[in-house]
């Protein structure tokens, strides 16, 4: 028989440990999110940018968003009644995929393939995608990644739309304004089905020049999009490397499109110029030798490279795979990858940006940073951004015509591909050093550990817009904000009926 | 409660081994994969799909290092409040403190490579606290239980 002071150890110990799981369970369940509108993320925490909430008078000017009342993510559309320029269907599918040149995995593909179908418009087409779900249990979604599209058309699946589910269907459409290289990519459960293969590449070719496949600043124009199925490397879906032939002394431009989830490089031991880098031309673009451009998860570089006199050139797309370009029947060995990498903060020649970055109207931090903690109920060394974890971090409002300044900081000790639905931005300034070469305007930038960028854009899309981690991990993981203009609501919710979950 | 902190220090300890183990493992995928032709870069790191034979060894290393080892050190020093024995705070905390130590250097390593030589060289301090730990306070537990039996016996 126990003693009277054993029983009364036990009796303590005992209510202590149904305290600390009680207090432990209640402080794990009110982590858990259940359905939940991002209208309602960083309650209490609204981030205005310097400016008090409503206090912007351009939105009201715009006549598009403001005033007394609010407008739905669902009306911002391009023009109703302009029939479409360019008409698409894509059709999604749960199936296996055959990689040429490697085994088959079990993804999604869209019309039959992975990658989809390349979509190429001209500037000023009005472009209008149907969408098809045929078998993707989870539902689907499809993103613009890096057209600047209105708002309805973004695909992110619970803020401008609900996933299709299959048998369902979803037109977008868009105006084909900034000609460059974009892909497409399901916004729906994005970390697997991306991975898995629901992407394809989109090209917009500049408006009032030759047709395709050159452009008038090339002779031949290849797209080159990297992808790993199942821990295979491709470009273009095949597990192989291309050739791709080409007059001694003529012009290719070859697309690179990054749609894995970390850096990629590209490199050649022949000369070449990044002509354009996220949709956008470089300004006066030197040739660039010995050294690398690296591109982050998601970005895309247009690279100009000459076909040597005699035999081919290699360019390096990758790491692991080259596009061979000249004589289709010559070879050229590989070469070792540069330590040196291209800056682009001081590449090419300065020009305007047709907006003043010094007179901001809001001007805001994201700082990166890493904790331990619990997010819907599932513990881990999670993301923060402005030290708070989600969906408690800091949501970006404008108004629009706000000219916006932004100082990205990395904070931890992994790169972070930091991408902005709806907008691009330039780069002011890294680590406080100046931007002195073109105006390098990006929709996906690589902060390194310890980086510090400052960025501005215009608020000029009205809308709520995705502003997240492209290794898409790390948006699953809380590293995923959004920016919000002032009047905008949304009537969709995440993890409701539509089983909406964008990351 | 002797044997459970007990117990969770042996947990702590053997995590450590297979800490060891898995990225032993991982590494030795790596060279396998690049022998074979493969190519390692930052798509495959971050990619959740497997590549190569080796692969599952960098995940078992991430959650027994990020989850398991540092949520037992915890419990442990938890246990330790309860646990009427010399020192077993004391060692609790010690192991809860370089296990802290230990997942900050890990996740330090991809921006300073050469954190990976304190964060191998403290791993074995790890695992001899949880050995101390663990030694001390079952060791008191045995001899508490012998204690009760031979008092029975006389009884």
């Not at chain 1, 990858?337 to 682009?344: I, M, N, R």
């Not at chain 1, 699953?476 to 993890?495: A, K, R, S, W």
């Not at chain 2, 989850?67 to 646990?83: D, E, K, R, T």
Request: proline residues 5%; hydrophobic residues 40%; contains cysteine.
């Amino acid at each position: 028989m126990p003693s009277r002071r054993e029983l009364f150890r036990r009796a303590v110990i005992g209510t202590a440990v149904i305290t600390a799981v009680g207090a432990g369970t209640l402080a794990w369940s009110s982590t858990l999110l259940g359905e939940y509108s991002v209208m309602d993320m960083g309650d209490g925490h609204a981030d205005h940018g310097g400016h008090e909430a409503g206090a912007s008078e351009t939105s009201v000017a715009s006549g598009t968003v403001g005033g007394s009342g609010e407008v739905s993510v669902t009306a911002l559309t391009a023009e109703a009644d302009r029939p479409a320029d360019v008409h698409v269907e894509l059709v999604a599918r749960q199936e296996t995929i055959d990689v040429p040149g490697g085994r088959p995995i079990e993804g999604y593909t869209v019309n039959g393939t992975s990658p989809g179908p390349e979509i190429r418009a001209r500037q000023g087409d009005l472009v209008e995608v149907e969408f098809v779900n045929e078998s993707v249990t989870d539902g689907a979604t499809l993103h613009w990644h890096g057209i600047d599209v209105p708002n309805a058309a973004d695909g992110v699946a619970g803020i401008t739309q609900d996933a299709v589910p299959v048998g369902g269907r979803f037109t977008y459409r868009f105006e084909a304004t900034d000609a460059g290289t974009y892909w497409y990519h399901s916004h729906q459960v994005s970390h697997e089905q991306v991975e898995r293969g629901l992407l394809g590449a989109v090209v917009i070719e500049p408006a009032g020049q030759p047709a395709s496949p050159a452009d008038g600043t090339s002779d031949v124009d290849v797209v080159a999009m990297l992808h790993l199925y199942g821990g295979q490397h491709t470009l273009n879906g095949r597990a192989k490397d291309e050739h791709v032939a080409a007059e001694p002394g003529s012009t290719v431009r070859v697309r690179v499109v990054n749609t894995d989830q970390g850096t990629a490089a590209v490199w050649s031991d022949g000369p070449f110029r990044v002509v354009a880098t996220d949709g956008h031309d470089v300004n006066q673009p030197s040739e660039v030798e010995g050294q690398r451009v690296l591109m982050p998860a998601g970005g895309r570089a247009d690279v100009a490279v000459r076909a040597p006199e005699h035999g081919t050139v290699r360019l390096h797309v990758g790491g692991a795979r080259s596009i061979l370009i000249g004589d289709p029947d010559a070879t050229a060995p590989p070469s070792p990858q540069p330590s040196e990498t291209l800056d682009l903060l001081a590449y090419g020649a300065p020009a305007p940006l047709g907006f003043d970055p010094a007179s901001a109207d809001r001007t805001y931090d994201y700082v990166i940073g890493r904790r331990f903690g619990i997010i819907d109920g599932r513990p881990g060394n999670f993301w923060t951004i402005n030290g708070r974890m989600f969906p408690d971090v800091p949501m970006f409002h404008v108004a629009e015509g706000d000219v916006v300044r932004m100082r990205i900081v990395n904070d931890t000790g992994d790169v972070h591909p930091m991408h902005l639905h709806g907008h691009h931005v330039v780069v002011l300034s890294r680590d406080g050093v100046a931007a002195s070469g073109s105006p390098w305007w990006v929709d996906s930038l690589d902060v390194r550990p310890g980086e510090s960028y400052e960025i501005a854009f215009v608020a000029d899309n009205p809308g709520i817009w995705s502003d997240h981690c492209h290794t898409l991990s790390h948006a699953v993981d809380g590293l995923v904000t959004h920016v919000m203009y002032e009047g905008v609501t949304t009537p969709f919710t995440i993890n409701g009926a539509a089983g909406n979950q964008p990351e | 409660m002797r044997r459970i902190y007990s117990v969770i220090a042996w947990v702590i300890a053997g995590g450590v081994v297979v800490q060891a183990a898995s990225i032993g493992f991982a590494f030795g995928g790596v060279l396998n994969h690049v022998q074979e032709g493969g190519v390692v870069d930052k798509a495959l790191i971050e990619s959740d799909q497997s590549g190569f034979t080796g692969q599952l060894g960098f995940w078992i290393h991430e959650i027994g290092g990020g989850v398991v080892i540092p949520l037992a050190a915890v419990a442990l020093l938890v246990v330790s409040f309860f646990v009427r024995a010399r020192g077993a705070r004391l060692w609790a905390a010690i192991v809860l403190g370089l296990v802290a130590l230990q997942a900050t250097l890990g996740y330090a390593i991809t921006d300073v490579p050469y954190i990976g030589l304190i964060h191998g060289a403290n791993a074995l301090a790890v695992l001899a606290a949880s050995v101390i730990a663990a030694l001390r306070v079952g060791r008191m537990a045995r001899t508490r239980v012998e204690e009760a039996t031979s008092d029975a016996v006389a009884a």
